[in-house]
């Protein structure tokens, strides 16, 4: 991680990498999202299908503020808890994690718990998670 503050501080954007882990197919959200991150003027880098060690190297080359998880099928649970323990054996402990997707009640207390910042489930908007971002990072967004 760069030690300059993105948002409201420098020019740096935001960088925000949107992952989807799982072959689900059920992506249009997160597709909707990294859209509307973009216009909100974040930098953001959009994977599909990478295994949690791969979503790790990515945050590490690409150098990002925030990692948003994107799981509707199911095996949540392992794939947030090797995230989280990439993350931390890489230093990158300040990385803001986000979920999203369809996320049981008890597991999203649990991930909670374990560090994820937020889960964002069906129904909810870009902008509830874009102004969180923005609430961490400071700055401003486009409409």
């Known amino acids: 991680m760069s030690t300059e503050t993105p948002g ?5 954007p935001i960088r925000v990498l949107l992952a989807k882990p799982t072959h689900d197919c059920h992506d249009r959200g997160v597709r909707l999202v990294a859209r509307r991150f973009r216009d909100a003027g974040f930098e953001v880098i959009f994977t599909n299908f990478l295994l ?12 990002v503020d925030v990692i948003g998880v994107s799981v509707s099928a199911g095996g949540h649970m392992p794939i947030f808890e ?4 990439g993350l931390h054996s ?9 979920g999203g997707g369809v996320i049981p009640h008890d597991d ?3 991930l909670k718990a374990m560090g994820v ?5 069906p129904g909810t908007s870009a902008e509830d998670a874009r102004n969180l971002i923005v609430q961490k990072f400071g700055g401003t967004v486009e409409a």
């Open 108 to 110: 999203e207390r649990t």
């Open 52 to 63: 949690t060690e791969e979503i790790v190297n990515t945050a590490i080359e690409e150098d």
């Open 117 to 121: 910042a937020a889960i964002f489930g």
């Open 90 to 98: 890489n230093g990158l402990d300040d990385v803001m994690i986000l």
């Open 82 to 85: 090797d995230l989280l323990s």
């Open 8 to 12: 409201a501080s420098t020019d740096a």
